[in-house]
């Protein structure tokens, strides 16, 4: 997709990316390690248009490799590759001796004709990340490379107005970026309370119930599958659910996946069928410890395993411990490649199996908690969604000369 260009105010200019800088160069090729001679900046070490240099790493290069990638006070460095692709970060204040990963390109932005702060702040307008949006649709993994970043046209004002509209973009969005740092705090603060129910409860039932085992609670456990893809037929007009750890969200009831199979794959022996009620806990890779139940009949991949406890456990209570046990699985996980539990280690979990009645009041008094807590996030994420678009619409503003 090319940018949409628009008549700009008297006075400004489309240039392109390349035009506007010195250099454009992607990083330097090593694993980082821990006793080198520079800081080694990932992607991974960017995390909401910050850097905590404390935790980069390090690498040991010779001083002319430093020299060639040594980051400096007002270079523009972007994610090329993942999720984060197209995200960028303006340097301050780097340290001495630091240099960037090959996952990451440095624009050096010529200051002669363009403010860094203003060009910087160009790379998060919706008008960007439409074209970087739209180049990325289809991609397996989101990319942008050199070359696309060069292509960019930017509207470049004079460069006093250059200035001022950086100084009020500085004010608005420092006060929009506060409130919904306020507000996420008090999301944070709902699941805070949820989590010590859960904890809160859980304790009580174990003082009065005491503690065994998954193993002896359970009637059935078995692990997911994938059937063949080379095979349409097991997933064309497919309406079972097969869920994968994707779709494993904050939600307690897993009720709608992704991806669906049809009939033919479970008459075919080649998908394994979870009745109602079982439990479905992401067994291996990142997010293993994930939890979630099922109210009707679905399927799941390999990273999933379904446990069906026997009729004294009330699933919803089910859940509930498993989430209260997630730091268990996670100390259990063997982590040789990926974190993985395996059946034989999920089986091993303490499990506490208090009355049902007890169950009962357990469930009530999480829900309760549970229910207000999803009712105060649901209103706390539509306003920072709201200040989300207004830092946008801010953002499209100023580069049309309207701010």
Request: proline share 4%; aromatic share 10%; charged share 25%.
């Amino acid at each position: 997709m090319e940018q949409v260009l628009y008549k700009l105010p008297d006075g400004w200019e489309w240039h392109s990316v390349k035009k506007l800088s010195h250099n454009i160069q992607y990083g330097h090729t090593a694993k980082a390690e821990s006793n080198g001679n520079a800081k080694f900046l990932r992607i991974t070490d960017i995390q909401d248009g910050k850097i905590d240099w404390q935790g980069v790493p390090t690498v040991s290069l010779e001083e002319k490799e430093i020299s060639k990638y040594a980051l400096n006070d007002d270079d523009l460095i972007f994610a090329r590759s993942g999720a984060t692709a197209g995200k960028s970060i303006l340097i301050k204040n780097a340290p001495k001796d630091a240099v960037f990963a090959s996952y990451l390109i440095r624009i050096v932005p010529n200051k002669k004709d363009i403010i860094p702060e203003y060009l910087s702040y160009f790379f998060l307008t919706p008008a960007y990340w439409e074209v970087v949006g739209q180049n990325a649709a289809g991609a397996a993994q989101p990319n942008i490379n050199g070359t696309k970043l060069s292509e960019f046209i930017v509207p470049v004002a004079p460069q006093g107005e250059q200035k001022r509209i950086v100084e009020k973009l500085d004010a608005l969005l420092t006060r929009i970026d506060t409130a919904i740092e306020h507000l996420q705090q008090s999301v944070t603060l709902a699941d805070a309370l949820y989590a010590s129910t859960i904890n809160e409860q859980m304790m009580q039932a174990i003082e009065l119930a005491g503690l065994s085992t998954v193993e002896k609670h359970i009637e059935q456990i078995q692990t997911g599958t994938t059937p063949p893809t080379k095979q349409p037929e097991f997933y064309e007009n497919g309406d079972i659910n097969w869920f994968a750890p994707s779709d494993f969200g904050d939600h307690d009831i897993l009720f709608d996946s992704n991806k669906k199979l049809s009939q033919k794959a479970f008459d075919a022996g080649k998908a394994r069928k979870f009745d109602a009620g079982t439990i479905m806990l992401v067994a291996i890779g990142a997010t293993i410890g994930k939890i979630g139940y099922l109210e009707q009949d679905a399927s799941s991949n390999q990273q999933i395993t379904g446990m069906k406890f026997n009729s004294a456990i009330i699933p919803r209570y089910a859940y509930y411990w498993f989430r209260f046990i997630k730091p268990e699985i996670l100390t259990n996980a063997s982590t040789a490649t990926l974190p993985i539990i395996n059946q034989k280690g999920i089986k091993a979990l303490s499990f506490c199996a208090p009355n049902k009645q007890l169950q009962e009041t357990i469930c009530r008094k999480i829900d309760e908690v549970s229910n207000f807590r999803n009712k105060v996030k649901a209103e706390l994420n539509e306003k920072v969604e709201l200040m989300r678009s207004l830092k946008a619409s801010i953002l499209d503003s100023a580069f049309k000369g309207e701010l």
